[in-house]
């Protein structure tokens, strides 16, 4: 299988990074290919222009990073998408890839209100990371939030086929190194789950 792994933390050594590195590295001794978009090592642009809102045409055309970050997700069979939880929802940078790319006419279309994703036949894998435990975030109701508004909303609305969410709770420093090597094994548990050989 092919995976786009798409990731957003600004700090290379981070938990969130770390977790990327692993899970790119189990699905690659399991015999799959892979390739990750590190949005801030790209300086991926998150800014959505008022010509990204009109369809591309003779006097405009579709940005190039757009059009390559369109075509690495075509070419995947499973999305994984990793970021931290910043005010209970995705980095802005996360936000402005998801405008950018999972745009109207390529993610999804509407009518009268409704809309059908156009990324169907694709598996995807969420795995976030939150200081606050998951206890505090269902009670809450941020969990729910989460759930609605991007897990349903983004990734399902798009048409791919959520297959699980991986939540790395209490990540507060100093975390010690054994949680964060616990986590490492979650996220390779994860792949092996769903992509076996």
Same mark, same amino acid.
């Given at each position: 299988?092919?995976h786009l792994i798409v990731v957003a933390h600004p700090l290379i050594d981070s938990i969130t990074?770390?977790?990327?590195?692993?899970?790119?590295?189990?699905? *690659?001794? &399991?015999?799959?290919?892979?390739?990750?978009?590190?949005?801030?090592?790209?300086?991926?642009?998150?800014?959505?222009? #008022?010509?990204?809102?009109?369809?591309?045409?003779?006097?405009?055309?579709? $940005?190039?990073?757009? =059009?390559? #970050? *369109? #075509?690495?997700?075509?070419?995947?069979?499973?999305?994984? =998408?990793?970021?931290?939880? %910043? %005010? #209970?929802? @995705?980095?802005?940078? @996360?936000?402005?890839?998801?405008?950018?790319?999972? !745009?109207?006419?390529?993610?999804?279309?509407?009518?009268? /209100?409704? !809309?059908? /994703?156009? &990324?169907?036949?694709?598996?995807?894998?969420?795995?976030?990371?939150?200081?606050?435990?998951?206890?505090? &975030?269902?009670?809450?109701?941020? %969990?729910?939030?989460?759930?609605?508004?991007?897990?349903?909303?983004?990734?399902?609305? !798009?048409? &791919?086929?959520?297959?699980? +969410?991986? +939540?790395?709770? !209490?990540?507060?420093?100093?975390? $010690?190194?054994?949680?964060?090597?616990?986590?490492?094994?979650?996220?390779?548990?994860?792949?092996?789950? +769903?992509? $076996?050989?």
């Amino acid at each position: 299988m092919d995976h786009l792994i798409v990731v957003a933390h600004p700090l290379i050594d981070s938990i969130t990074m770390k977790l990327a590195r692993a899970f790119a590295l189990e699905l *690659q001794e &399991l015999g799959h290919r892979q390739r990750t978009a590190d949005l801030y090592r790209m300086e991926f642009n998150p800014v959505l222009t #008022a010509d990204e809102l009109e369809p591309a045409s003779n006097t405009h055309s579709a $940005p190039s990073e757009v =059009v390559l #970050a *369109q #075509a690495a997700v075509i070419a995947a069979d499973a999305v994984t =998408v990793i970021y931290p939880l %910043w %005010w #209970a929802t @995705m980095p802005a940078i @996360m936000k402005g890839y998801i405008d950018r790319v999972f !745009s109207r006419g390529f993610a999804y279309e509407a009518t009268n /209100g409704q !809309s059908r /994703g156009l &990324l169907g036949g694709r598996q995807c894998v969420l795995i976030t990371l939150s200081g606050s435990p998951m206890s505090l &975030l269902r009670e809450t109701g941020q %969990w729910q939030a989460i759930d609605v508004l991007q897990d349903a909303h983004v990734f399902r609305s !798009s048409g &791919l086929e959520l297959v699980e +969410h991986v +939540h790395i709770e !209490s990540v507060e420093p100093p975390v $010690p190194p054994e949680y964060i090597s616990g986590s490492i094994e979650r996220v390779r548990a994860c792949a092996r789950r +769903h992509f $076996p050989l």
